[in-house]
């Protein structure tokens, strides 16, 4: 099912039968089965047997998060640091205030118009076409839309390999087939995005910077490459992920407009806090009105108190983008620097991550956990790639970059004469 051989719907053969042919107790398959149903995989209806659930409820990446225990530092979360967060107050007052003096009522605009001004200047800064100005609930749910908006189950998605585990739980549990695509310091690889659209692939998930666990950023010799490749599939589907907007300094190279239906989003998670549950969608007018019609039979809109909290936060310049991505930048490179000292290879170009290709990802997370440092497994970001370790350095301080490339060198075996990269 996860190699994407079995489709949404497809009848699954008796367990004797699969027994049988396997050669195994039917007990054994029996235990794989009731597993796959608990995780929203297959269901089961009695003599009509089980079945590939057209929209799997739940993934194996869901159970693999690391349980942090008490007195051992968590470097595994992928928080943004709280004290580069800005304070909310005066925004959510301002746009209380507001809110008193004109309430929002049913059938108004669902974006803020101050908001849609705002967003659209920034994209039209960093070349990003022109199009409608969407509100989602964060960065997923505008690419969940995006996708429902032209896919159907069965549909194949090319994804960043290691990408965002969120992204490879999103598309089969939408019904879709996820096509993993290599990634490096400069984005996915071209040829691999060729190798996926020859085979197929719908749709093509791309971040733009602090690609999440990499760190990887797509650069312009990079974004010629992928829109040369894109103009010889002019009818995919192209999601674009900026969340690092406003905490990284390297320039955006958008890839949107090659194609004839794409979407682009910006969330203010990284930024201004993940509890603020907002992202801003733009695309072409055929997937933007789509996406706003099948929002109107759900929620209905986004917040517009949230919307209006967001506009005051922009317009004060509450977050110093240089000052956050020098932070970020800082950390990363440290601790990039430290590794490297030790024989150890890392990279993260953008963003608040660091990634460490290692030859046991399990091993080396239960020595750091044991050493008192909290890693993730490389297992929840990757499909096909290499084993390896994503650690967020968003908290890490000047005194603990030593400590913890000292801790990941011993916990890989690594020396500086034998470099894992």
Known sequence: ?????????????????????????????????????????????????????????????????LDVPPGVRNLSDGNPDPALLPSLRE?????????????????????????????????DADGVPDGPVVVASGSLDGIERVLAAHLRPGDAVAVEDPGWHSVLDLVP??????????????????????AALEGGARALIVTDRAQNPTGAAVSATRARALRAVLEQYPETLLVEDDHGHRIVDLPLH????????????????????????????????????????????GPGWVSRLLQRAVVGLWSSGAVDTAVVASAY?????????????????????????????????????????HAGWGVAAGARFRMDAPPGLRITVSTLGVGEVGVVADAVASAVGASPGRRYV
Do not use: C
């Open 1 to 65: 099912m996860g190699s994407g051989e079995l489709e949404p719907g497809q009848l699954l053969p008796p367990m004797r039968e699969l027994a049988s042919r396997l050669e195994v107790n039917p007990n054994t398959v029996a235990a794989a089965y009731r597993t796959l149903r608990e995780r929203g995989v297959i269901e089961t209806a009695g003599r009509r047997g089980s079945r590939v659930r057209s929209k799997p409820v739940t993934t194996a990446r869901e159970l693999s998060r």
């Open 91 to 123: 925004a959510f007052t301002a746009a209380a205030e507001f809110a008193d003096r004109a309430p929002t009522l049913y059938g108004e605009a669902s974006v803020d118009p101050e908001l849609a001004r705002l967003a659209r200047a920034d994209l």
């Open 173 to 194: 549990a939408l019904g879709l087939r996820a096509v993993p695509v290599r990634v490096d310091t400069e984005g996915p690889l071209p040829d691999g995005v060729r």
């Open 254 to 297: 958008p890839l949107a407009g090659v194609t004839r239906h794409w979407a682009f989003t910006r969330s203010v998670a990284k930024a201004y806090g993940p509890d603020l549950r907002l992202a801003v969608l733009t695309g072409d007018p055929v997937t933007m009105d789509r996406v706003r019609g099948r929002q109107r039979l």
């Open 329 to 369: 930048r800082s950390r990363r490179d440290a601790l990039i620097g430290a590794l490297a000292e030790r024989g150890v290879g890392a990279e993260g170009r953008s963003g608040m991550n660091v990634w460490v290709p290692v030859p046991d990802e399990t091993g080396a997370v239960a020595r750091l956990l």
